[in-house]
């Protein structure tokens, strides 16, 4: 599909555009054929609104030029069924030949990728701060950066993950003061777990305010634990790895592609902060402000601070040290940050900063992929009864739960580890999906009865129509992987809205490549199960008397199979084959 001489939409938009040439000398050279997929299927495959403005420009009727539009387009070199038909103030109406639909449809593939932009884009996501537990909040950036990771990859961008951790900063300071004076450093090997980050959390934040001297204490730690003073690095360092140890494990459920060799954390990046300040401060790019060293940035009221009075370094200074690494050791064309929408202006502020002191090139890429918040049914930011936050690994456990209840409510006779196995994909793939499936920059309820609906635009739902095309081939006995079926002759208004929409795939992941917006996927998928029902009923399958026919309609089915499958998995989601 990506490689497109033979995607009609592009043949199409081709031969409008040479017929206005040749219909209407007077037009201009770069007028657009404004060719859009039918929206009513009754009315043709493809709509094009050329004519419409051109007829502003050339001061004619619109009807008149879709006219002349039309006669000289004919059937477009066997493309179309017939002559375009003009309809309304001047569309034109187009239906593809049974030929041009079948050769669209013997060269689908989904799974085909890209060829190679060459393109190197960095993305960083998941980058949780790894002195709380991981919270409900850290789903979206690990979810939507994994899809973007996978779509990118796809479509031929290299991609580099960065998970950019919080591992550095004034809470270690507290925390280390707090587990010291607790004795647990004292302690060896097993007895070093940290049960509950949370709870640790609390109790130093809780002395850290309350008591002045531990506050002391808790300040001369940072201090130390910057410095490289051996021990507080060595306590540092066992915290990081209990909480690390944790991370894995949430990110293994999730079914991530995250892995060690993806950690980039912010620590890293120490040595790296002072040097970069004095050259910023040098060539005049950072000036002193009140003892701060700050960027100043056209357009915004405060400077990116980077250097405190004191000396010290934080967010903005690290972000960057990781911009200036990414370009110019990881050869980064683009970057891309897949952060909460509440750090937009530090993403703008540091961006501009980063291509004023040349850290960036001028033609580097970056985006803020910015995401809303996770809302509880009160609509407010998503809490636990008492308030706290949520624990991450308390919803995937109940999504598990509830999924598997579905699925055994579904189908009662799928043997017992099979079901836990099906509730598994299910109670996950139904989070993530609630996740990626809307619009990313928006707020969104999280709502069990809605993510785990079987109908809707929900993965219970896509996983389903993926495992009904399966039980279709195990009742007609047909190998499913095997099977070698006829070509697909898509004749029924069904098929070729299935076909024409499969044709749609490598478009619409181009499309969520460039905006970073794997909800386009989801509604594309969700679309095209739709479209499969639709055909369902409309076309039987396996009932058809003509041999033909039902190879064409397996032969269909299962590209819509695996068509969602290919979805699915690059929104990190997987199918099961019965459920
Ligand atoms: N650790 C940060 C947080 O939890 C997110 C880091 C995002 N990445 C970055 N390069 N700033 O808010």
Redesign the pocket.
């Known amino acids: 599909m990506p490689e497109r001489p033979t995607d009609p939409q592009i043949q199409l938009e081709a031969a409008i555009h040479r017929a206005i040439r040749r219909a209407l000398p007077d037009a201009p050279a770069d007028a657009e054929p404004m060719l859009r997929p039918a929206s009513d299927p009754r009315f043709g495959d493809f709509q094009a609104n050329a004519a419409m403005g051109l007829a502003k420009q050339l001061k004619r009727k619109p009807r008149e030029v879709a006219e002349a539009i039309a006669a000289a387009l004919g059937d477009a070199g066997g493309l179309l069924a017939g002559p375009a038909a003009v309809a309304g103030p001047g569309f034109l109406n187009l239906t593809l030949s049974a030929e041009a639909l079948g050769e669209l449809a013997a060269g689908l593939d989904p799974t085909r990728p890209g060829e190679p932009t060459g393109t190197t884009v960095v993305v960083?996501?998941g980058?949780?701060?790894l002195a709380k537990e991981m919270h409900v909040?850290?789903l979206r950036?690990s979810v939507i950066g994994d899809a973007l990771c996978r779509v990118l990859e796809r479509r031929g961008d290299r991609v580099i993950r960065?998970n950019?951790?919080?591992d550095w900063g004034t809470q270690f300071g507290m925390l280390l003061e707090h587990l010291i004076e607790t004795g647990w450093a004292d302690r060896e090997g097993e007895d070093r777990a940290i049960g509950d980050l949370n709870e640790l959390y609390q109790q130093a934040k809780r002395r850290d305010d309350a008591d002045p001297a531990f506050a002391e204490s808790a300040r001369r730690r940072v201090v130390a634990l910057q410095a490289g003073e051996p021990e507080a690095r060595a306590f540092w360092r066992s915290l990081i790895g209990e909480s690390l140890r944790h991370m894995n494990e949430v990110f293994a459920r999730l079914g991530l592609l995250l892995d060690d060799g993806d950690l980039k954390p912010?620590s890293a990046y120490n040595e790296a902060l002072g040097p970069l300040c004095r050259r910023l401060e040098s060539g005049g790019h950072a000036t002193r402000s009140d003892g701060a060293l700050c960027v100043f940035v056209a357009g915004f009221e405060t400077p990116l601070i980077i250097e405190k009075s004191d000396g010290g370094h934080g967010?903005a200074t690290?972000?960057l040290a990781?911009?200036a690494h990414r370009v110019k050791e990881l050869g980064g064309d683009r970057l891309v940050?897949?952060?909460?929408s509440r750090?937009r202006e530090?993403?703008q502020k540091?961006f501009a900063a980063a291509r004023d002191a040349g850290l960036a090139d001028a033609q580097t890429r970056m985006d803020h992929a910015a995401f809303g918040t996770i809302l509880g049914p009160d609509k407010r930011p998503f809490k636990t009864r008492d308030g706290g936050t949520v624990k991450l690994t308390d919803v995937l456990d109940e999504a598990v739960e509830k999924a598997t209840a579905v699925v055994a409510q579904k189908n009662p006779d799928l043997p017992a580890d099979e079901r836990e196995a099906v509730g598994r994909l299910v109670g996950i793939g139904a989070v993530k999906y609630a996740d990626l499936s809307g619009d990313r920059v928006k707020d969104y309820v999280f709502d069990w009865g809605r993510m785990l609906a079987l109908e809707g635009n929900t993965a219970p739902y896509l996983q389903y129509s993926y495992a009904r095309i399966r039980s279709i081939f195990r009742k007609g006995g047909v190998d499913f992987e095997a099977a070698d079926l006829p070509p697909i002759a898509a004749e029924a208004p069904a098929e070729r809205a299935l076909v024409l929409h499969l044709a749609r795939y490598a478009a619409t992941l181009d499309a969520v490549a460039d905006s970073l917006e794997p909800h386009r996927l989801a509604a594309w998928a969700f679309e095209l199960a739709t479209l499969y029902h639709r055909f369902y009923e409309a076309c039987p399958v396996l009932k058809d008397g003509h041999e033909a026919t039902r190879g064409s309609r397996l032969a269909l089915s299962r590209l819509v199979a695996e068509a969602l499958e290919d979805a699915l998995g690059l929104l990190g989601i997987g199918v099961p084959e019965r459920m």
Request: aromatic fraction near 20%.
């Open positions: 960083d996501y980058s949780p701060n909040g850290h950036s960065q950019h951790i919080g912010e967010y690290t972000d990781a911009a940050y897949v952060v909460d750090q530090h993403f540091f």
